[in-house]
């Protein structure tokens, strides 16, 4: 059994940061990849960013090059520093962990954090 808990979200400004944070409980941390997903009002949850335990990442084109998923195995946190953001990032920003990245691919992902609001005004 995994627990996440989300941190970090806030209002910002358009072109400012945001950095949110994941804390996972739980064993073999390192075995599971890791997936940032975020849900807009009206609209369904899509995928932004996954790293696997050996730390190769991908991200979903609309935050190439401003967004940065990384983790610390030996803290079971993982990370997404979210740069030059835009009023269109509003969303609840969703935390994920599988043992199959394909699952966070998927959106199938066994445990999901309870999400943080970030609010980028214009």
């Known amino acids: 059994q995994v627990q996440l808990v989300e941190s970090g979200g806030g209002l910002v400004q358009a072109g400012g940061s945001l950095r949110l944070s994941c804390a996972a409980s739980?064993?073999?941390?390192?075995?599971?990849?890791m997936g940032w997903f975020r849900q807009a009002p009206g609209k369904e949850r899509e995928f932004i960013a996954s790293?696997?335990?050996?730390?190769?990442?991908d991200y979903a084109d609309s935050v190439k090059g401003r967004f940065t998923i990384s983790r610390d195995n030996a803290k079971n946190t993982v990370s997404l520093q979210m740069n030059s953001l835009k009023p269109e990032d509003t969303a609840v920003y969703y935390c994920?962990?599988?043992?199959?990245?394909?699952?966070?691919?998927?959106?199938?992902?066994?445990?999901w954090g309870q999400g943080t609001q970030v609010t980028v005004s214009s």
């Open positions: 739980g064993r073999s941390f390192s075995r599971y990849a």
């Open positions: 994920a962990a599988s043992l199959s990245l394909w699952k966070i691919r998927a959106q199938e992902a066994d445990y």
């Open positions: 790293i696997n335990g050996g730390g190769m990442t």
